[in-house]
């Protein structure tokens, strides 16, 4: 793992947990910027373009909303308008917190352009969408991709798609993601982290669908410069995603492991530690008398041996002291000189 370079990117995954209502929204931002997030993620779609009227839900959503809706239905009362849009992000900038929206289509992509966004989310489900990651890649953002669902091939692709479109390599970070909600920890797979970024020599962060927030650590631990996490202001809401996202008190917490995490890896660099150094010398040990010395004796195991404190002869000393003659008289847990 290489030596982490900055703080981790900490996003609070709104999504379409407001239930289409700005006011929800605007609470999860509050959530989001007290708890000192780094930035708050939407989603920014347009129904006709994101679903066909017949299309099912998938299974996690069925669970958890009317059995009786479509997709569409579904997604059509959670789609936001461009004025939505439009309050939640100077409401975002009133809050300090960076909003960011994934985009699921050409037409979307063109809102958050218009919102002059500084980066665009492309989730796991839009990684072969051509046309979208073509203009997506025009616009100059920082990207960041979400790989769900995905095989080193298909993230080699959008990749390429990308850069021949226009954007720096640089500018894109890969999420490493489990699209379930929520997801198992047996199908987190975390160690796949390594070979995104060994396979593509790029930043890369996760996108965390787990109950709980353990493995967000795990992932930071991994070396994740990007973490991802839904909030909602009450699991028990109805929602494709409430389930599977973390309460105020929870997200909270998320945050300040995150930062204490951060504090706990270091430079990655083997040294003493300037608190550690004042405890040396009371926890290291060395060279005493066990037992009054006389001036010419030969230092022994029966009359030496080794103790705290360690401000004396260092033990690594040992073996080029026994057998010599004492040049003075020692008292009982003396320090030995030579």
């Given at each position: 793992m290489k030596k982490r370079k900055k703080k981790v990117f900490i996003i609070a995954e709104a999504g379409c947990n407001h239930n289409g209502k700005i006011s929800i929204a605007k609470k999860l931002i509050d959530i989001a910027s007290k708890a000192k997030a780094d930035a708050i993620k939407f989603q920014t779609f347009n129904v006709d373009e994101l679903v066909t009227k017949n299309a099912p839900k998938a299974k996690y959503a069925l669970e958890h909303t009317e059995k009786f809706e479509t997709q569409y239905e579904m997604q059509k009362r959670l789609q936001l308008s461009f004025k939505d849009h439009v309050?939640?992000?100077?409401?975002?900038?009133?809050?300090?917190?960076?909003?960011?929206?994934?985009?699921?289509?050409?037409?979307?992509?063109?809102?958050?352009?218009?919102?002059?966004?500084?980066?665009?989310?492309?989730?796991?489900?839009?990684?072969?969408?051509?046309?979208?990651?073509?203009?997506?890649?025009?616009?100059?953002?920082?990207?960041?991709?979400?790989?769900?669902?995905?095989?080193?091939?298909?993230?080699?692709?959008?990749?390429?798609?990308?850069?021949?479109?226009?954007?720096?390599?640089?500018?894109?970070?890969?999420?490493?993601?489990?699209?379930?909600?929520?997801?198992?920890?047996?199908?987190?797979?975390?160690?796949?982290?390594?070979?995104?970024?060994?396979?593509?020599?790029?930043?890369?962060?996760?996108?965390?669908?787990?109950?709980?927030?353990?493995?967000?650590?795990?992932?930071?631990?991994?070396?994740?410069?990007?973490?991802?996490?839904?909030?909602?202001?009450?699991?028990?809401?109805?929602?494709?995603d409430h389930y599977a996202s973390l309460e105020e008190n929870e997200f909270n917490k998320l945050v300040k492991s995150i930062r204490n995490l951060e504090l706990a890896l270091g430079d990655g660099k083997k040294k003493p530690k300037k608190n550690e150094l004042k405890n040396l010398y009371a926890v290291r040990k060395s060279i005493k008398a066990r037992k009054n010395i006389e001036k010419g004796q030969l230092f022994s195991e029966n009359n030496l041996l080794v103790a705290r404190p360690g401000k004396g002869l260092s033990p690594l000393k040992w073996e080029e002291v026994i057998g010599r003659k004492a040049r003075k008289n020692f008292k009982i847990g003396q320090d030995i000189k030579l």
């Open positions: 309050k939640l992000k100077v409401y975002c900038k009133k809050k300090k917190i960076e909003f960011i929206s994934s985009t699921f289509d050409i037409l979307s992509t063109e809102i958050l352009k218009k919102l002059q966004v500084r980066t665009i989310k492309i989730p796991s489900g839009e990684i072969n969408n051509l046309p979208n990651l073509k203009r997506i890649g025009s616009l100059g953002k920082k990207i960041i991709l979400s790989t769900g669902m995905s095989s080193i091939n298909d993230i080699r692709v959008a990749i390429k798609i990308l850069e021949k479109a226009g954007t720096n390599k640089k500018n894109i970070v890969l999420l490493h993601c489990t699209t379930d909600y929520p997801a198992k920890i047996g199908d987190v797979n975390l160690l796949a982290m390594n070979e995104i970024r060994n396979k593509f020599k790029m930043e890369v962060g996760y996108s965390d669908h787990t109950l709980g927030i353990d493995i967000s650590l795990a992932a930071v631990a991994l070396g994740a410069s990007v973490i991802e996490k839904h909030i909602t202001l009450d699991r028990k809401m109805k929602g494709p």
